[in-house]
């Protein structure tokens, strides 16, 4: 069995806890509930005992009393809110009244479901990240794994790794484990899955599969969920805040100022709950346009099962949050047309939780805004229910939409992929006669793709492989990881700059130096042509790189040489989003890779669905060949594993925004301008051969 690898933070910080844990829980054994914080500090000092029996004790109690300790404060806070309402006559002793009684009602609540010592549950900012990370997950996976009990190892890895995508040692772990026996794809789940996404999910797969009766339940369901979601999310808030502008021991507000204070804390808080329940876990923004989408796929889910009264109710509900929305309207008006064709009521109107919903967020925003102009701090409305078409993800809108209104049905509304062509072209002439276009976009079953042959020669392939053997560095462009995407091959690359550093140095020809500048530039060029661009491409990077396969590692091998991902943003797989964000470079715009040679097995370049698993393209890499594509969510790919030989390819990643220029590249620029210049003065002044 191959070795997994598992990267686990030291644990001297957890020194001094277990050292005061058992002092601790004896100071608290009035509690009826153990502190979270306490369990995983056990839990961890667990891991690094090898004690994998009571990790997975502590951590799982851990996490229970986590969920145990968040849902007692929800229903320890509505409760008391019911109980003691705000008088509406508004008179400072009502009011205060009712705040000391509504604090009295939590002290006695909280205390009788949690224990007498509430101080014992206050938990330090770096667990409460860790807990907001899911990284109890990562030590679970491994303790059940090491238990041999691999489904609940699979569920825990895959927790875990959905929240942190980025986490590559994970990534192959869960590779692993869908390989072993007794493993199924059911033992994938995610073990904190929110129940309004995951039917909102669900919701638009049945949606896209044309099941529209399973689709309006999981949709009706999502709606559910998320009331009950905002709930908890909105009580919530009424927590501790901080006044990060203030030190602490040099603010004295007056009364106002400090109920003031306090209250705007608290209500940009649940203003943005719309933000946090449209956020997937380990992003940092949010699905667009989330909440207004349920009533839009509802609208024209009922009226394909013919509940014509239905389809109006959510299309009236959808224009709630996009008054005036053309194609709602005209689907409004062609509702209306059917029901009265059969002499049926018309005099539908939204559903009054979304009215209820929408109003308060609008009368929020405007006390908001009114202490923004009159207080110190400062507030500005992000819409989270843009309708734009500004992320590049054909899922986050109805599927296969038309624009206009038919004659027997609704439009639905235009699908993002071809409001993004509209903009988008593609099939320019290639500025060079040896290069050939091969296959476009729609051979290669995708958007803003091509393959073309000939930008290199033969011998132009051998010059820059030869270079790449002296110039290239393991680990190149990846902080020096020796084997950056897998421990099964041996990664090594070389910018442009480096290479003619090398070749005025003399310690490799300079032509090939030269060479690597002068074919990165005709790429550039040619995608440039090809798509048609109305401004210029500059380089991003540009990257020359080697991946050879490392002898006697290459049996069994479940794992890529370059996992899937989107070079401008980052893959979810779950929710069929490409997140722009940080860390992805989202200043990308188009990508080639041109191939050096083809003498090795594996290492296919890949395209892919959003789901990272559906191939839709594939190229084998040859001599002068090279892909190009944008850089968006729209092409997923990566790298098969090369499993014998090295593949040697040009990197290049372009921009359309000059202030993201590859630096490298301006010094290349320079040293290209010096070579020229000394070329020039040599034939000026040929120099004296005597």
Not at 276 to 299: C, K
Not at 376 to 381: G, L, R, W
Not at 538 to 565: E, K, M, W
């Amino acid at each position: 069995m191959r070795k997994m690898d598992f990267n686990f933070p030291q644990c001297t910080i957890f020194v001094w806890i277990s050292v005061l844990l058992q002092t601790l829980l004896l100071c608290s054994t009035a509690a009826s509930l153990e502190p979270y914080d306490l369990l995983y500090a056990s839990g961890v000092e667990a891991f690094y005992r090898h004690d994998y029996e009571n990790v997975v004790l502590y951590m799982e109690k851990a996490l229970a009393s986590y969920t145990e300790l968040r849902q007692t404060k929800v229903q320890c806070r509505l409760g008391c809110n019911d109980q003691h309402p705000f008088d509406a006559s508004f008179s400072d002793l009502a009011f205060f009244s009712a705040v000391l009684k509504r604090a009295a009602c939590l002290n006695e609540c909280m205390e009788s479901k949690v224990g007498q010592q509430l101080s014992v549950h206050l938990v330090s900012g770096d667990v409460v990240q860790d807990f907001s990370r899911r990284v109890p997950y990562n030590y679970l996976q491994l303790a059940y794994y090491k238990l041999n009990q691999l489904d609940k190892a699979s569920a825990a890895a895959h927790t875990f790794f959905l929240a942190n995508p980025e986490h590559m040692e994970m990534w192959q772990n869960l590779e692993h484990y869908k390989l072993l026996e007794g493993v199924q794809e059911s033992h994938f789940q995610d073990r904190e899955a929110w129940p309004h996404q995951q039917a909102f999910t669900s919701g638009v797969k049945h949606y896209d599969a044309g099941d529209y009766e399973k689709a309006i339940s999981f949709f009706e369901e999502a709606l559910l969920e998320y009331g009950n979601a905002d709930v908890e999310c909105r009580v919530l808030c009424e927590g501790p805040q901080k006044f990060e502008e203030h030190e602490y021991l040099d603010y004295y507000p007056s009364l106002y100022k400090a109920i003031s204070d306090h209250y705007t804390q608290i209500l940009i808080c649940k203003h943005e709950c719309v933000r946090d329940l449209a956020t997937r876990p380990g992003r940092l923004s949010p699905m667009e346009n989330y909440l207004p989408l349920h009533y839009d796929y509802l609208q024209y889910s009922y009226f394909k099962v013919n509940k014509i009264e239905k389809a109006l109710e959510c299309a009236w509900t959808y224009l709630l949050f996009h008054e005036g929305d053309e194609f709602i309207t005209d689907n409004i008006e062609f509702y209306k047309e059917a029901l009265a064709e059969n002499n049926r009521p018309q005099d539908i109107r939204p559903r009054q939780d979304a009215e209820r919903y929408v109003r308060r967020h609008q009368q929020e925003l405007k006390v908001l805004l009114v202490g923004s102009d009159n207080l110190d701090f400062v507030y500005s409305e992000q819409n989270y229910w843009s309708a734009t078409f500004s992320r590049e993800d054909i899922n986050r809108v109805p599927s296969g939409t038309a624009i206009g209104v038919l004659s027997s049905s609704p439009s639905e509304k235009r699908t993002l992929a071809s409001e993004t062509d509209a903009g988008l072209r593609e099939g320019g002439p290639v500025p060079y006669d040896e290069v050939q276009i091969v296959l476009g976009s729609k051979a290669l079953n995708g958007s803003q793709r091509v393959l073309l042959d000939g930008v290199l020669s033969e011998q132009e392939c051998r010059d820059l492989k030869s270079a790449a053997q002296t110039i290239t560095m393991a680990g190149d462009g990846y902080s020096g990881k020796m084997s950056p995407h897998t421990p099964n091959e041996k990664f090594e690359g070389a910018t442009v700059l480096k290479a003619l550093q090398y070749g005025y140095d003399g310690r490799i020809p300079l032509k090939s130096a030269q060479l690597f500048y002068e074919v990165s530039e005709k790429a550039r060029r040619t995608i440039e042509s090809y798509f048609m661009l109305n401004s210029t491409l500059y380089f991003s990077y540009t990257h020359l790189v080697c991946r050879t396969a490392i002898q006697g590692q290459q049996s069994h091998r479940n794992d890529l040489s370059h996992p899937i991902h989107a070079d401008n943003c980052l893959l979810d797989t779950e929710a069929y989003e490409c997140w722009k964000e940080p860390p992805a470079y989202t200043y990308r715009d188009y990508s080639a890779i041109l191939y050096l040679n083809g003498d090795f097995d594996g290492g296919e370049f890949i395209f892919t669905e959003m789901d990272a698993k559906t191939v839709t393209a594939s190229v084998k890499p040859n001599c002068g060949r090279m892909v190009g594509f944008s850089s968006g969510g729209e092409n997923p790919h990566g790298v098969k594993a090369v499993t014998r030989g090295q593949r040697c390819a040009v990197a290049m990643w372009f921009t359309l925004d000059p202030l993201f220029r590859e630096l490298e590249r301006l010094q290349a620029d320079e040293v290209m301008q010096t070579l020229d210049d000394e070329h020039r003065m040599d034939i000026l002044n040929p120099r004296d051969e005597l």
